[in-house]
């Protein structure tokens, strides 16, 4: 920014040309010797309203020294008047008429300066010097809201803003067209009855108090009602406008038609949705057909994913968790598929033989699951589900924090329902000698957290299995 303090006489910046106008050709010279003495150029002199206007049209000078009596037709104040229309040249009058009538015509063509001849040359001097400033400044503020209106303009979203008492002061050619309504109308008008907008689920009217100086951008989403009165779902986002002292100056309200990003979502809330059912059904499937083997443990593995879920949840574990706890649950003897019929089925107790055989499901549920892309680590979960915390387990003899806190909570899960469910080889054991066993080895063979989540659960919550679902 140039201040009135940084010219110094001869300066490039200082450097204007100055067009004089004065019908006294003895003063007019004086004033010549003045203005280039200063280090201004000197574009022409005249002493005529008409010859003025074309020699301004001509020479574009950057400032005119007016007189107010001239000669010709039309005196000094019609010919600012003319010039200002041409090129907005600022115009300093300087003459020896200063009545009411005289000063209230010049005052409303905007001039720059007035002397009243005769005045000194210094004041002369800071009288060119603060209108040159003045006009620099005035074009640079113009230059920037031309900048800052096309941009606006321009740009996809809509733009509204207000003044300070909440009335509509500009809109955007998009806001325009949203708002089904010209900026001309809604100019002056309270921001709440060209901005009227509802809650998305109550449909019930916002208010739109003006944004506190001190604070940041405010967004939501809402329904815009048009002119015409249809309701659209837009994102809006509110701001102060302050200065620098913290006064409010109006308020933007910035805003966009997401009807089509609302459209997507759903489309892709349904998708999401029918993914989730076909694995849910794509699971039950493969848990079914494993159990088809062993009908003696039919339901076996939905019993232990509803205790395992209800564990992980009484343990606090969230619920993307909980879900491919659900999944591993379903599916942990998938690999029971590997393992001959006349062994699952056997009424007596295996041999040691058929025991190392029947030990291999986990690792061959791995090989099967292993090849799917789950969300979570499905896989991991069922090979780990028979490890114990004392490294007695199996397929790899893990311990402690080696096993992964789903399948460490899948094995007391297992073993709590297995125990008090009738198997081939002995009737059921009850509930409460399973409950027995899985506190009795709580900390040597099983998690001691998800032993105390089950015993909760049925202890104290009433936890039942629910019937099986097709």
Request: one cysteine or more; hydrophobic letters at 40%.
């Amino acid at each position: 920014m140039i201040c009135p303090r940084d010219f110094t006489p001869g300066s490039k910046d200082r450097r204007e040309s100055i067009l004089v106008v004065e019908d006294e050709r003895m003063v007019a010279l004086d004033i010549e010797r003045l203005v280039r003495g200063m280090g201004y150029e000197v574009a022409g002199i005249s002493d005529s309203g008409e010859e003025a206007v074309e020699m301004a049209r001509a020479l574009r000078p950057g400032l005119v020294l007016m007189d107010i009596r001239l000669k010709g037709t039309i005196d000094g104040i019609e010919a600012a008047t003319r010039i200002q229309k041409i090129h907005d040249t600022p115009v300093i009058y300087l003459t020896a008429y200063a009545d009411d009538t005289t000063l209230e015509r010049a005052r409303l063509t905007g001039p720059f300066g007035y002397l009243i001849k005769p005045f000194e040359d210094r004041e002369l001097r800071l009288t060119i010097e603060m209108a040159l400033y003045k006009h620099r400044l005035d074009a640079k503020l113009l230059d920037n809201r031309i900048w800052l209106a096309t941009t606006l303009k321009s740009i996809g979203d809509a733009v509204l803003t207000t003044d300070p008492d909440g009335m509509v002061r500009f809109l955007n050619p998009a806001a325009e067209a949203l708002l089904q309504r010209a900026e001309e109308q809604a100019r002056d008008m309270p921001v709440s009855e060209v901005f009227r907008v509802l809650d998305e689920e109550t449909l019930a009217p916002l208010a739109l108090p003006l944004p506190d100086p001190s604070g940041g951008a405010a967004s939501r989403d809402m329904l815009l009602v048009t002119s015409s009165g249809e309701k659209l779902p837009i994102s809006s986002s509110v701001a102060p406008i302050a200065n620098d002292q913290g006064e409010l100056l109006g308020a933007v309200f910035v805003f966009r038609d997401i009807a089509e990003k609302k459209k997507a979502e759903e489309s892709l809330r349904q998708s999401v949705a029918q993914l989730r059912q076909t694995l849910e059904e794509t699971v039950s499937a493969l848990a079914a057909m494993s159990e088809k083997r062993d009908l003696y443990t039919a339901g076996h593995q939905q019993r232990v994913a509803q205790l395992a879920c209800a564990m992980a949840e009484e343990m606090g574990l969230q619920g993307d968790r909980v879900s491919g706890l659900r999944v591993a649950g379903k599916l942990h003897d998938i690999g029971k598929i590997s393992v001959p019929a006349e062994i699952l089925a056997k009424p007596s107790r295996l041999t040691p033989i058929e025991m190392s055989i029947m030990k291999t499901h986990s690792e061959a549920g791995f090989e099967i699951l292993k090849r799917v892309s789950f969300p979570w680590p499905v896989a991991r979960m069922v090979l780990q589900h028979h490890e114990r915390l004392d490294g007695s387990g199996y397929p790899e003899g893990l311990r402690g924090d080696e096993i992964m806190l789903e399948a460490r909570i899948l094995a007391v899960a297992d073993v709590v329902e297995a125990m008090s469910s009738h198997r081939p080889y002995r009737a059921t054991l009850g509930l409460e000698r399973a409950l027995d066993e899985v506190g009795m080895h709580k900390g040597g063979l099983y998690d001691p957290e998800a032993v105390d989540a089950c015993l909760r659960l049925f202890q104290h919550k009433n936890f039942t299995f629910e019937a099986e679902t097709p």
